[in-house]
């Protein structure tokens, strides 16, 4: 059961830009395998501009500000449709919601 590692073929692999993954070649059955140890993100389209870590920090920011608003105040989420990813877990903080 289970998985060994979790690889790129190398015709995936040169699709990626430069330090995008770190990863360790491998050859299986005459295949070249580039076996991931870490993906990096750097210098992918959907990083340039802050997309990345910066959110996850941004996210935890607001996740803390919420969860003591909650202590301090009357906190109330509005949500007018479907609440997903950082929206639906603030939500959950802040336990009272108008849906």
């Known amino acids: 059961k289970g998985f060994e590692y979790i690889y790129l073929s190398d015709e995936d692999f040169k699709k990626l830009p430069e330090e995008s993954v770190a990863s360790h070649e491998i050859s299986v059955n005459g295949e070249t395998r580039h076996v991931?140890?870490?993906?990096?993100?750097?210098?992918?389209?959907?990083?340039?501009?802050?997309?990345?870590?910066?959110?996850?920090?941004?996210?935890?920011?607001?996740?803390?500000?919420?969860?003591?608003?909650?202590?301090?105040?009357?906190?109330?989420?509005?949500?007018?449709?479907?609440?997903?990813?950082i929206g639906a877990y603030l939500n959950r903080l802040g336990q009272r919601n108008i849906q």
């Open 36 to 85: 991931l140890d870490a993906i990096i993100g750097k210098n992918l389209a959907s990083t340039k501009g802050g997309i990345g870590v910066e959110c996850l920090q941004g996210s935890g920011l607001i996740a803390g500000e919420t969860s003591r608003a909650y202590d301090e105040t009357f906190t109330l989420s509005y949500a007018t449709g479907r609440s997903v990813g």
